[in-house]
């Protein structure tokens, strides 16, 4: 258990649709970062939040949006969704605004129909 | 940000010393070389991070030229539960640099 939770585990929906992904980093951990993983692209690095703040940004389309709460919960919002956008959804959390000693939780997949 | 480059594929067997190669022929003076290991539906794990010179813990060994142009992770005695994607990164471990995966390389342990 690397201590970085991520639910839901599996996700099916319909394109169109829209989602919310969560994630609790490690205890103690500030920063928080997304990744997509597809067969075809490799890992992606979407956006980081670092307390609260949006840090940095990846290739984060527009239909996608991310927030870290006060709690330092983190959630992935996923809209208009398409056949493209099933993934495997990672995150990774670390102590500080840099990525060393970075964590990844176990992911979300999330298949669109 | 300094691009890596790895070998896309690899094969071994059970009991060998598996060594990968990263190039970085851009690597920067603060810049760090960290590797990841990544298993099927998991998320990456880290496995071993150096600056300079040799690097050992229990699971690996990395191998940094002088140079710095390069690395070499050192798996020894490779098992069948090794088989996995490893990923080479290059960052500044004191910045705000974003880990950025390529395709790693895919180890495959045979019996």
């Known amino acids: 258990d690397s201590g970085v939770t991520q639910t839901p585990k599996h996700l099916i929906t319909a394109t169109g649709q829209r989602v919310t992904l969560r994630c609790s980093p490690r205890s103690g951990d500030l920063s928080v970062y997304w990744y997509q993983q597809s067969l075809d692209q490799g890992l992606q690095f979407l956006i980081q939040?670092?307390?609260?703040?949006?840090?940095a940004k990846g290739n984060i389309l527009e239909r996608f949006s991310a927030q870290q709460f006060p709690d330092l919960h983190s959630e992935l919002n996923l809209s208009s969704l398409e056949l493209g956008d099933s993934a495997l959804y990672f995150c990774?959390?670390?102590?500080?605004?840099?990525?060393?000693?970075?964590?990844f939780g176990s992911g979300t997949r999330l298949t669109v129909v | 940000l300094a691009k890596t480059t790895q070998p896309i594929s690899m094969d071994s067997y059970e009991g060998q010393e598996v060594n990968i190669t990263c190039s970085h022929n851009n690597i920067a003076t603060n810049d760090y070389i960290t590797w990841y290991q990544q298993f099927p539906s998991q998320g990456p794990r880290f496995i071993i991070q150096?600056?300079?010179t040799k690097v050992t813990n229990e699971v690996a060994s990395l191998f940094i030229p002088a140079d710095r142009k390069s690395s070499t992770l050192s798996l020894p005695r490779v098992s069948l539960s090794d088989t996995a994607v490893y990923y080479c990164l290059v960052g500044d471990r004191g910045g705000s640099y974003i880990p950025t995966f390529g395709r790693g390389t895919s180890l495959i342990v045979h019996p």
């Open positions: 939040y670092y307390n609260g703040e949006e840090r």
């Open positions: 990774a959390s670390s102590p500080s605004v840099d990525p060393y000693g970075y964590t």
């Open positions: 150096g600056y300079k």
